[in-house]
């Protein structure tokens, strides 16, 4: 039996903190994202980013993650509970990371527009050392000891110099608000081909 794609649990945080914290229901608003959500607003609000250019249109309104990642995590000896690694909707029974760019996901009466991939960075490994490592992976699926490294804006791009998947999660922009609440089923709508792969935003 297939399972379905749904919503595994929902979370928001007004202030600027790594993790957030799982609620019974978040609202999400049109061209803003997650009522109360310190990264809600129609421009950039993550503060790197901010610093960098404050005037950026804001393509991370809400961040999802596979809850399966968390089964991964988990299997690597690291503690991740929902909301951990700061996303707003933890999803199941869905492979957010092989949608393309512009893909639709209804969940009850709201859509959200995927717009791109999270770029982990090390806070991720100060939440629980060494989890930056169960994120990224190598392109090659070739297993590594070695160090992620990182870029000059703090995101990973590679492990020995070889390219990475990137695995915490994707973004998305709020194109029809409403409420989201854990156990709702997810309708994907894919893009006109040609399609193309999520990148870092």
């Known amino acids: 039996m297939t399972q379905s794609a749904r919503?595994?649990?929902?979370?928001?945080?007004?202030?600027?903190?790594?993790?957030?914290?799982?609620?019974?229901?978040?609202?999400?608003?049109?061209?803003?994202?997650?009522?109360?959500?310190?990264?809600?607003?129609?421009?950039?609000?993550?503060?790197?980013?901010?610093?960098?250019?404050?005037?950026?249109?804001?393509?991370r309104q809400v961040h999802l993650i596979h809850r399966e990642l968390l089964d991964e995590a988990r299997a690597a000896g690291h503690d991740v509970p929902p909301g951990a690694?700061?996303?707003?909707?933890?999803?199941?029974?869905?492979?957010?990371?092989?949608?393309?760019?512009?893909t639709r996901l209804q969940i009850g009466e709201t859509v959200l527009r995927l717009t791109g991939l999270r770029n982990p960075c090390s806070q991720i490994n100060d939440f629980s050392a060494g989890l930056l490592k169960v994120v990224v992976a190598r392109v090659d699926g070739i297993h590594s000891e070695s160090e992620v490294g990182l870029g000059p804006t703090g995101g990973a791009e590679s492990i020995d110099g070889v390219g990475i998947v990137r695995k915490a999660g994707v973004m998305a922009v709020v194109e029809?608000?409403?409420?989201?609440?854990?156990?709702?089923?997810?309708?994907?709508e894919l893009p006109p081909a040609p399609h193309r792969p999520l990148a870092p935003v």
């Open 85 to 102: 690694l700061g996303e707003n909707v933890l999803t199941e029974g869905v492979d957010l990371l092989r949608l393309p760019t512009d």
């Open 176 to 188: 029809r608000g409403g409420v989201i609440r854990a156990g709702m089923e997810i309708a994907i």
């Open 7 to 59: 919503v595994a649990a929902v979370a928001r945080e007004q202030l600027h903190t790594f993790s957030k914290t799982v609620q019974d229901e978040i609202t999400l608003i049109e061209g803003m994202g997650v009522a109360g959500d310190a990264h809600a607003g129609t421009l950039v609000q993550h503060r790197s980013r901010k610093r960098r250019n404050p005037n950026v249109v804001n393509l």
